[in-house]
């Protein structure tokens, strides 16, 4: 099995070429650090190895700042797991594993768990209780104990620093064109498909409609997106609206995607929608043909956007 809970016993990996962190994204930056493990690793016939976490360690210790997610741990383990790595080993972040310092998560983790010979990590990293950690100070830790250090440079697009914390700003600005360049890929939302009011099939745009109330992803700003619908069908030009859908009075927070050219029925099956480009921002019609021939003018923007090459 790939994937593997520290906690679960003995791991049977090591010797390992070893990358840590939270990789929430696994973005650009994480990607070009995840090529030097591997390549490394190959170099010496050994497994490449990521140690990360179930959860961020944000979420646990300092939750009134926690904004959310750009990948949930499972979207984070699969992106991870598909880049080639062989291992991907997580231990839950705890109040246990909070209070690990710097020296004993050195020792027991990296040398005598992993038994990792080369440690790549990148450039701003920390780690230990309190975050009393550095990049420096782990290779520090690490020769002392025989083991090699490679501390990977930023990645920089247009001269910015590829980070988590920047993707979750253009995501939740609504700025896909900008989120998208610095993750490599669509940011993405997936979800069950469950029942709405209908309202949509009766003026002939039927939606697949997913629930946002109880996500812990970043989300975008309410507003109509052009995005790509993957489902069991295959993949599909979407026009998407997120928010309360005003013109009918709705207080729960939905994701809409109307899929075009599809009539397939989604009920209780999990789709994922790749967010593109915003189109506009939701507002409340006077009657249902205004909303109509704006959804017509959505459509037309959104076929446009879509067709355009990534």
């Known amino acids: 099995m790939k994937l593997k809970n520290l906690l679960s016993g003995n791991l049977q990996i090591g010797p390992c070429i070893l ?22 690793a190959r170099r010496c016939s050994l497994p490449a190895v990521i140690f990360t976490f179930d959860h961020s360690p944000r979420k646990f210790l300092s939750p009134e700042i926690f904004k959310g997610y750009l990948t949930t741990p499972e979207e984070k383990f699969s992106l991870l797991l598909g880049t080639g790595i062989d291992y991907v080993v997580f231990r839950p972040f705890d109040e246990v594993f909070a209070r690990v310092s710097d020296q004993r998560f050195v ?20 780690f230990g209780a309190g975050r009393s950690g550095t990049a420096e100070r782990l290779a520090g830790l690490l020769r002392s104990n025989g083991r090699e250090c490679d501390v990977i440079d930023p990645v920089k697009i247009d001269g910015e620093v590829v980070s988590s914390s920047i993707i979750r700003e253009a995501v939740a600005a ?18 069950e498909v469950v029942h709405g009011d209908h309202r949509g099939r009766e003026m002939g745009y039927p939606t697949a409609n997913l629930q946002l109330e109880q996500s812990e992803k970043i989300l975008p700003p309410n507003g109509v997106y052009a995005c790509f619908a993957d489902t069991p069908h295959g993949s599909h030009y979407a026009i998407v609206n997120v928010g309360f859908r005003p013109t009918f009075n709705r207080s729960n927070h939905l994701l809409e995607a109307h899929l075009l050219e ?13 967010f593109v480009k915003r189109i506009r921002e939701e507002k409340k019609f006077p009657d249902m043909e205004s909303l109509c021939q704006q959804i017509r003018l959505d459509q037309a923007a959104a076929e446009m956007i879509l067709a355009q090459p990534i």
């Open 19 to 40: 990358g840590i962190g939270t990789f929430d994204g696994v973005h650009l930056g994480h990607r070009a650090l995840i090529e030097k493990i591997i390549a490394k």
């Open 107 to 126: 020792e027991d983790i990296i040398c005598a768990n992993l038994d990792a010979r080369t440690t790549f990590v990148g450039f701003n990293f920390f």
């Open 262 to 274: 599809f009539n397939h029925d989604l009920y209780h099956r999990t789709i994922r929608i790749r």
């Open 174 to 191: 609504g700025d896909f064109v900008r989120a998208n360049r610095f993750l490599g890929r669509e940011s993405s939302f997936s979800g």
